[in-house]
C-alpha cells in the first residue's frame, strides 16, 4: 500500500522518526543544493536566466489552447499521432490500445512523472503487459515496489547499501557490493536486454514544440533515447502545459532547468524527436505518438492566479530548498509530485478534499519562490490554496474540485471573534486586561498545540499598560 | 477521443486568457573573447565530462583513429554508409579491426549490433562551445543507433562547424525549418548519479566518447 495526501501527517511524522532516510535526504540535498549554487555564480546571470525563462513559459500559457492545436497540427504533419486524454483512465486505455494493437507484452519506459500520475505501470500489469522503468533511479524504485521521493532523482531516498540490498534479492546472480559502478553496470545489464526485447517504448516530454512539431527530451543516462530510438513503437506521454510555442524557446528553458536541476550546464543527451522513421531511414520507431494529458490543469488554468502553477518545468529546486521536504522526504506527502510543486500542482489533480493537509506543510519561508527558474509564487499560491480549502466557492471565482473540505466551524467562529475583536477597542483593552488577570488559568494541555509546544502565557500587563507606563 | 479533445481545449479557451507578445528579456549567452577560444572552450567541457579529446588535422585523421583502435583494443566497429569520412574511417579500420557498415535495418541486426559490436564512428553536423556539446543528425547514410549502441562512441568533428553557443546555431542554420527526424546534443558519455549521488559512467549510452577534432576542417 502506498502512501496518501490523506494521512500526510502520520507519515511525516514516521519519516521524521527514520535516522537512515534523513541522512540520506539530508546528503542528498546538500549535495544538490550546491550543485545548483555552483551553476550560478553571477546573481545577475541568475536573474537574467529566471526572466527569460519566465516570460517564454508565462506566454506560452497564455496561448496554451492556439499552441496545442498547432502542436497537434505539426505532429500529425511529421507522421506522429496525437492522442488527448482527460484523465488518467483515458490515458491508459489509450495506452493499452496501442501497446495490444501492436501484440506488445513488454514495454520500456524513460522517466516520465505523468506516467506515474496515471499509475500507468500497474494500469498495464491488469492488462497483461509489463513495463519496465530504465531510469536508474526509476528501476530501483520499481524493484522495490516503491514510488519516486524525488522527481528528478527518484531513489535519493536510498543508500548504496539499500540498493545492493534491494539487486541482492531482486537480480540473480548479483555479486553483492557497495561499489556504485558496479552496482550501476547490474542495472546497465538487466536493461540493456530489455531494450533490444520491448516491442514498445514509452517516454515523458520535457518540451514539446509547437512551431515544429517536436518532442524534446532531457537525460544523462541514454535510457531516454534507447526507449525512444529502439523499439518499433514509441508512445510520449505529456500534460497538456509542456507545450513552448517557438523552438527559440527552447535552449533558454532547457539551461534553466538543468543548471537548476543538477547544477549541470547542459545534460549529456538532449533528445529532439520530429516523427517517426523515414522510409529511408535504417532504424527508429516506426511509429511515434504523443498523448496529451489534462487530469486537473485545466482547472488550475482557468484561474489566472493558479495558472502560475502550470509554468512548473520540473526542474526539482524547490524541494531541494524546503526544510520540510529535506526533512521529511518525498514519500511522506502521499502524492506523485511531493515538496512545494507538489503541495500547489496536487490539489488540481487529486482535489482539496484529499490533499487539504498539504498546502499547510509549509513554514512559508519563501525559499520555494526564491529559487524556482519560472518564478511560480509558490508562497503566496500556498496560502491561497490554504485559504480555498476552508471557504465556500464564491461569485467570478472559478471552484475547486474539493474545495471547502477543510472548512470547520469552530475554526470560523474563531475568526469572526478575532476580527470583532480587533475591529473594537475597548472590546480589545477588556478582554486583554481579563487576560492579564486570568494568566494563572491557561491549562498546561492544549490539544493538537501543546504536543510538541509549551501553552503559551499571557504576559502579566498588557502592552498598552506598559506603554502608558513608559509615557507616564 | 475528439470528444476529450474539444472538453479539454474548450475549458481552456473559456479562461479566456489573453496571448502575451513574444516579450524575451535578454540573458547572457557566452561569447569568446578570442577566436582561439570556442575550440578551447569546447576541448575543456568535453573533457570535463569525460569524454576523450584529440585535436588533429585531417590528413592525421586515418592514423590517429587506427592507434586508437589498436590501443582500445576495438575489434568489431560499426560505421555509416556514407557520411564524410567513410573512405578515410574504411582506411583506418582496414587489417585493424572488422568493419560493419550500418546497411540493413535495425531489426534485422539488433543482436550484433547489441553484443558484438564494440564502437561506432559518427561524424558530427557541428558543435557549440559554449556547453562543450556535440550535435548529431542521424540519416539513413548514419543511423541513430550507432551514436547509441555500442559500448564506445568515436565522433569526427571538423572544427570549422563549431558554433558559440545553441541560439546562435539555431537561428544562423534555420533549424525552425526543418531539421530531421532526430536531432541529438550529446555533451559526453553516458552517465548517471542515482545511486546515493555518486557518479558513474556507461549507465544506458556508451562508456567511452572519443571526439576526433579535425582543427583545419
Known amino acids: 500500500m502506498h502512501n496518501q495526501p490523506q494521512l500526510f501527517h502520520p507519515q511525516a511524522e514516521a519519516a521524521l522518526a527514520d535516522q537512515e532516510l534523513r541522512a540520506n535526504f539530508r546528503g542528498a540535498m546538500d549535495y544538490l543544493r550546491d550543485k545548483r549554487q555552483a551553476a550560478f555564480t553571477d546573481p545577475d546571470e541568475e536573474a537574467a536566466i529566471r526572466d527569460r525563462a519566465e516570460a517564454i513559459r508565462r506566454r506560452c500559457l497564455s496561448k496554451l489552447p492556439a499552441l496545442l492545436e498547432q502542436l497537434e497540427a505539426n505532429c500529425i504533419a511529421n507522421g506522429i499521432r496525437v492522442h488527448w486524454a482527460e484523465d488518467a483512465a483515458q490515458a491508459n486505455a489509450i495506452f493499452t490500445d496501442i501497446i495490444q494493437s501492436h501484440g506488445g507484452t513488454l514495454a520500456v519506459k524513460g522517466k516520465s512523472m505523468v506516467s506515474e500520475e496515471i499509475e500507468l505501470n500497474h494500469q498495464l500489469t491488469k492488462e497483461g503487459i509489463s513495463c519496465l522503468e530504465s531510469d536508474m533511479g526509476e528501476y530501483i524504485v520499481q524493484l522495490g515496489d516503491e514510488t519516486p521521493s524525488h522527481i528528478i532523482m527518484p531513489a535519493i531516498h536510498k543508500n548504496k547499501r539499500q540498493v545492493a540490498d534491494l539487486f541482492a534479492e531482486h537480480v540473480p546472480g548479483f555479486e553483492h557490493t557497495l561499489d556504485v559502478d558496479r552496482l550501476i553496470q547490474t542495472g546497465r545489464n538487466v536493461l540493456r536486454q530489455k531494450f533490444r526485447e520491448a516491442q514498445v517504448g514509452i517516454s515523458?516530454?520535457?518540451?514539446?514544440?509547437?512551431?515544429?512539431?517536436?518532442?524534446?527530451?532531457?537525460?544523462?543516462?541514454?535510457?531516454?533515447?534507447?526507449?525512444?530510438?529502439?523499439?518499433?513503437?514509441?508512445?510520449?506521454?505529456?500534460?497538456?502545459?509542456?507545450?513552448?510555442?517557438?523552438?527559440?524557446?527552447?535552449?533558454?528553458?532547457?539551461?534553466?532547468?538543468?543548471?537548476?536541476?543538477?547544477?549541470?550546464?547542459?545534460?549529456?543527451?538532449?533528445?529532439?524527436?520530429s516523427g517517426p522513421r523515414k522510409d529511408d531511414e535504417l532504424d527508429g520507431p516506426k511509429e511515434v505518438h504523443l498523448v496529451l494529458l489534462d487530469n486537473g490543469r485545466s482547472q488550475a488554468f482557468v484561474d489566472e492566479e493558479m495558472r502560475q502553477t502550470l509554468q512548473c518545468i520540473r526542474c526539482g529546486a524547490c524541494m531541494n530548498h524546503c526544510p520540510v521536504y529535506t526533512r521529511i522526504g518525498g514519500h511522506a506527502y502521499g502524492t506523485v509530485y511531493p515538496g512545494p510543486i507538489g503541495k500547489i500542482i496536487s490539489p488540481h489533480l487529486m482535489g482539496l478534499e484529499a490533499t487539504r493537509e498539504l498546502p499547510t506543510a509549509s513554514s512559508l519561508c519563501g525559499a520555494c519562490g526564491e529559487v524556482c527558474p519560472v518564478r511560480i509564487p509558490i508562497p503566496h499560491l500556498l496560502q491561497r490554496l490554504r485559504r480555498e480549502a476552508k471557504q465556500e466557492p464564491r461569485p467570478g471565482v472559478p471552484a475547486l474540485r474539493g474545495q471547502g473540505a477543510a472548512k470547520s466551524k469552530l475554526e470560523a467562529f474563531v475568526w469572526r471573534s478575532f476580527g470583532l475583536l480587533t475591529s473594537k477597542p475597548a472590546l480589545y483593552r477588556l478582554l486583554s486586561w481579563c487576560a492579564t488577570r486570568c494568566r494563572s488559568l491557561i491549562p498546561a494541555k492544549l490539544g493538537p498545540w501543546t504536543r510538541c509546544r509549551t501553552a503559551p502565557k499571557p504576559a502579566a500587563r498588557t502592552l498598552r499598560v506598559l506603554m502608558a507606563e513608559r509615557n507616564k | 477521443m475528439s470528444t476529450a479533445r474539444n472538453a479539454i481545449l474548450n475549458r481552456l479557451r473559456q479562461a479566456g486568457a489573453q496571448p502575451l507578445p513574444v516579450n524575451n528579456p535578454d540573458y547572457p549567452l557566452w561569447h569568446p573573447d578570442s577566436p582561439a577560444e570556442p575550440l578551447d572552450k569546447l576541448t575543456e567541457l568535453l573533457e570535463q565530462n569525460h569524454a576523450e579529446v584529440l585535436r588533429l588535422n585531417r590528413h592525421e585523421l586515418v592514423t590517429t583513429l587506427r592507434a586508437h583502435i589498436e590501443q582500445a583494443a576495438l575489434k568489431h566497429i560499426a560505421t555509416g554508409t556514407g557520411g564524410e569520412f567513410l573512405a578515410e574511417i574504411t582506411r583506418a579500420l582496414a587489417g585493424c579491426a572488422e568493419q560493419r557498415p550500418f546497411n540493413q535495418p535495425l531489426e534485422q541486426w539488433k543482436d550484433e549490433l547489441f553484443d558484438r559490436v564494440d564502437a561506432g564512428i559518427t561524424g558530427c553536423h557541428g558543435a557549440i562551445a559554449a556547453t562543450g556539446t556535440l550535435v548529431l543528425w542521424p540519416g539513413p547514410a548514419e543511423p541513430r543507433t550507432l551514436s547509441l549502441v555500442p559500448p564506445s562512441h568515436i565522433a569526427i568533428l571538423k572544427a570549422s562547424t563549431l558554433y558559440t553557443n545553441l541560439p546562435a546555431m539555431m537561428a544562423d542554420q534555420g533549424w525552425a525549418k526543418g531539421i530531421p527526424t532526430n536531432l541529438l546534443l550529446v555533451s559526453g558519455p553516458s552517465k548517471t548519479a542515482d545511486i546515493q549521488q555518486t557518479l558513474a559512467y556507461g549507465a544506458h549510452g556508451p562508456k567511452r566518447l572519443l571526439v576526433l577534432i579535425l582543427e583545419d576542417a
Open chain 1, 204 to 273: 515523458g516530454v520535457n518540451f514539446a514544440v509547437a512551431e515544429t512539431g517536436t518532442l524534446c527530451l532531457v537525460e544523462n543516462e541514454g535510457n531516454g533515447r534507447m526507449c525512444t530510438t529502439v523499439p518499433e513503437v514509441h508512445i510520449a506521454v505529456t500534460g497538456i502545459e509542456k507545450v513552448v510555442e517557438l523552438l527559440a524557446d527552447v535552449p533558454p528553458l532547457f539551461s534553466a532547468l538543468t543548471r537548476s536541476a543538477t547544477g549541470q550546464a547542459i545534460t549529456t543527451y538532449f533528445n529532439m524527436i
